[in-house]
């Protein structure tokens, strides 16, 4: 795989189909924004086991004029989601009814996204491409077959069409097998010509709902007609040569920025040296230590995040308790979930970093039988506690490990940048980043490259450092000395993520990138 070079615009995502969507709509003349709805949407069919329109979604958005500014399509739990619907179990479950206790945002992020003046194509253009594989139809890949064989234990017995829709003959769906969604072909119908908010409040949002108590969640009508996205502002720190933006809390955009602002004070002269990756490890404990006591629903903290990422002097304090020959111990629990990052940026100027997820794959297992949705599963991330982090409450926001990221450099270039993969998307972000922008390298070669994960594996709670294979073989004993718990997980995986960029140059034109452990490209026009 190589970088792809386009002088008009530009698209990733982590599914070829969908990235085509994207580099469609903008030879269509339309927007960045518009593009990612167009890929948002296809997604959700072709790549249904990672992100669906029952999930939330997050945008950092950077316009030709320099401003940059940040959407939260994000769900809070219903009304009735208290400790008295969760009495006798000691944690939320993370499938089933119970676990479908959040309203699904995305949809709202994308109506949120097409406010703009400059959205101007007609919905029915950019979910085209959406209903048409849910109606015709889509091969099912490699990995996509892996997921439906991996979960299907856990997900075929659920209420709900999953079976139906993801095992018709009886059986998980096998790579080059092909997977027709009808009833989300009709969805995304109906919200061509109704509009969005018809999720939310009209015809659509009453088929939603009615599927959703007959299933046993708690999310109602009235939740889904309270929910609206918000607009705050992104945090935002320097680094060398570079402005550095991410998403609010709920989602752990702060650490990602963290882990990069500590980083930028350490000292480390080559790509994938045992300073490169020592460094960053240990940058990524840091910020996770800061994240795992104060990032959630903002309206639960008085912390300033902000203000942290603003302060030299606090950072500098914070890069200090980093020692740069040994490992800090780690014995923190690790955060799951599984999300698709996309990016376009369009010839206007605009740059957009895109995230939408259902948390595990295929989200709480909850397929909707009249609309054909998956709902998500992300409020099982709360903790059924009185008080304190990720407490249940009505109407509070899960923590999110979703963020887009964007970057502003000085010479001119804006790139965004991101992944999915739950506790190892900062970590990605911070390989990826450091990998172009510090050391130089080519934008293809830098999601190319192995990788590293602190934290769990797909589908394991360990809280090894993980490696791939293609390091330097000194490097892992280099780490193994300094007190890593180094575990060799082979090569390219997508344990590591499906990472992906874009970047406006300053000249105008683009570049683009998609990871060899996906299924997805950069497709320019």
Known sequence: MQTVTARNGIATAPHFLAAQAGRDVLAHGGSAVEACVAIAATLAVVYPHMTAIGGDGFWVIREPDGTVHSI????GAAATADLSLYAGL??????????????????????????????????????????????????????????????????????????????????????GDTLRL???????????????????????????????????????????????ATWPDPLHTRVGGATLYNATPPTQGFASLLILALFDRLKADAPEGFDHVHGLVEATKQAFLMRDVHV??????????????????????????????????WPQPPQWGDTCWFGAADAEGRV????????????????????????????????????????????????????????????GRVMAY????????????????????????????????????????????TTSLKLEDGFDEGLYA?????????????GLTATMGHAGAVVRLAGGSFEGASDPRSDGEAAGW
Request: net charge negative; with cysteine.
């Open 72 to 75: 939260h399509g994000c769900g």
């Open 182 to 228: 009808p009833a989300l072909a009709e969805t995304l119908r109906k919200l061509a010509a109704n509009g969005l908010q018809d999720f939310y409040t009209g015809e659509l949002a009453a088929l939603i709902a009615a599927d959703l108590e007959a299933l046993g969640s708690p999310v109602s009508a009235a939740d889904l007609a309270a929910h609206t």
């Open 90 to 175: 000691e944690a939320v479950p993370t499938r089933g009814p119970l676990a479908a206790n959040t309203v699904a945002g995305t949809i709202s992020g994308w109506a949120a996204a097409l406010e703009a003046d400059y959205c101007t194509l007609p919905l029915e253009r950019l979910l085209r491409d959406a209903i048409t594989h849910a109606e015709n139809g889509m091969t099912v890949t490699k990995g996509g077959a892996a997921i439906a064989a991996g979960k299907g234990d856990e997900l075929r017995g659920q209420p709900g069409a999953y079976a139906a829709t993801f095992e018709p003959e009886g059986r998980p769906l096998a790579e």
């Open 478 to 490: 280099q780490l193994t000395d300094a007190g890593h718990d180094v575990e060799r997980v082979g």
């Open 352 to 411: 957009v970093s895109c995230i939408q997820s259902t948390y595990f794959e295929f989200g709480s297992g909850l397929v909707l039988p009249q609309t054909g949705i998956t709902w998500q599963n992300r409020g099982s991330s709360f903790r059924l506690a009185e008080s304190g982090w990720n407490a249940l409450k009505p109407g509070r926001k899960p923590f999110h490990t979703l963020n887009p990221a964007l970057a502003v450099f000085e010479d």
């Open 418 to 461: 991101g992944t999915m993969g739950g506790e190892g998307q900062p970590q990605t972000q911070a390989a990826l980043f450091t990998r172009y922008a510090r050391f130089g390298m080519d934008l293809q070669d830098a999601i190319n490259a192995p990788r590293w994960l602190l934290g769990r594996t797909w589908g394991d709670v």
């Open 296 to 329: 959630g629903d903002p309206a639960y903290t008085d912390f300033d995040f902000q203000a942290l990422l603003s302060d030299p002097a606090a950072l500098d304090e914070l890069a200090a308790r980093i020692d740069p020959a040994k490992a800090l111990e």
